[in-house]
């Protein structure tokens, strides 16, 4: 049962950073109503939390799209989590006021505080700044009562960071940690659009960090075995890709062949979901939450 999915319908991102597995191999993306046609598959199938990544999902028609798609499976589909995890560079206010009430979770990408760190990693736009950013996300997220989240990826740059401080201050409902991971054909090998073996840390170092940050209540690790086999990806033609073997292997897609065929290829572990915390609280009108 594909329970929770997150569907990359698009590659494209405006940022640059070096251990990205997800890159930008082609500028594709489905037509509006297939994306919704797929979706309304999806939810016929089981699903009962959608989230949209990329790429950066906002790039897409100045984040029209993802918006549509969002209210789509709020209101038509009544599903009961709708998420978002996004770099933040290209969200504006506006966008808060015309589809806010339809998003549950808004997860934004900040694998730093330190501004220089940052840079190296190529998360970044010129002079603007990433974390001041995040700032005013964070409270556009409570003016418009949406639950904010943070991911962080932990790799060779950021290891020795302390982000207790900053993360208690901002109080995510979530903070999400992951472990750099390598991906072939993504962040490694020959025909990777990144090469990310200067980031990755060894499984001591990961320990280490969350160690660091073991009283941040927020805090869900994920290292590299957990976040392999446990996520149900869609890509942008919605096809499952299964990355068991260290590479994304596409089966077909669903709007092809359905959701039961396609998702059999999709090397999904639901045990080792579960056993990551993949199943928590995560509709908003069930969150405690002070707006």
Not at 17 to 28: E, I, L, M, Q
Not at 166 to 192: D, H, M, S, Y
Not at 213 to 232: A, F, G, I, T, W
């Amino acid at each position: 049962t594909p329970t929770s999915v997150n569907y990359h319908f698009t590659r494209q991102c405006n940022y640059k950073c070096g251990f990205c597995f997800h890159t930008a191999k082609t500028s594709f993306v489905l037509p509006l109503e297939e994306a919704k046609r797929g979706l309304t598959m999806l939810k016929k199938a089981g699903m009962e939390k959608i989230n949209f990544s990329g790429g950066e999902p906002f790039i897409q028609d100045r984040g029209e799209f993802v918006g549509k798609l969002v209210k789509f499976c709020k209101q038509e589909l009544k599903l009961p989590s709708v998420s978002i995890v996004s770099n933040g560079s290209l969200i504006s206010e506006r966008w808060f006021q015309k589809y806010g009430e339809y998003l549950d979770i808004l997860a934004i990408s900040c694998d730093s505080f330190d501004e220089d760190v940052n840079a190296l990693i190529g998360r970044g736009q010129g002079k603007k700044s990433h974390v001041e950013k995040l700032h005013k996300l964070r409270q556009w997220c409570q003016d418009y009562a949406v639950a904010f989240k943070i991911n962080s990826v932990i790799n060779r740059f950021n290891i020795e960071e302390d982000m207790n401080d900053q993360i208690k201050a901002l109080n995510p409902v979530r903070w999400k940690v992951f472990q750099c991971l390598l991906i072939k054909g993504e962040n490694t090998g020959e025909k990777a659009l990144r090469q990310a073996e200067k980031f990755v840390i060894s499984d001591e170092d990961f320990e280490r960090f969350l160690d660091r940050h073991k009283d941040v209540s927020c805090l869900v690790p994920e290292s590299n075995q957990k976040m392999r086999d446990s996520y149900l990806i869609l890509d942008e033609y919605m096809r499952f890709l299964n990355c068991t073997n260290g590479w994304k292997e596409p089966s077909k897609s669903i709007l092809d062949v359905g959701v039961v065929e396609a998702i059999k290829f999709s090397g999904f572990d639901e045990k080792m979901f579960l056993k990551r915390g993949g199943k928590y609280v995560w509709s908003k009108a069930d969150m405690k939450l002070d707006w």
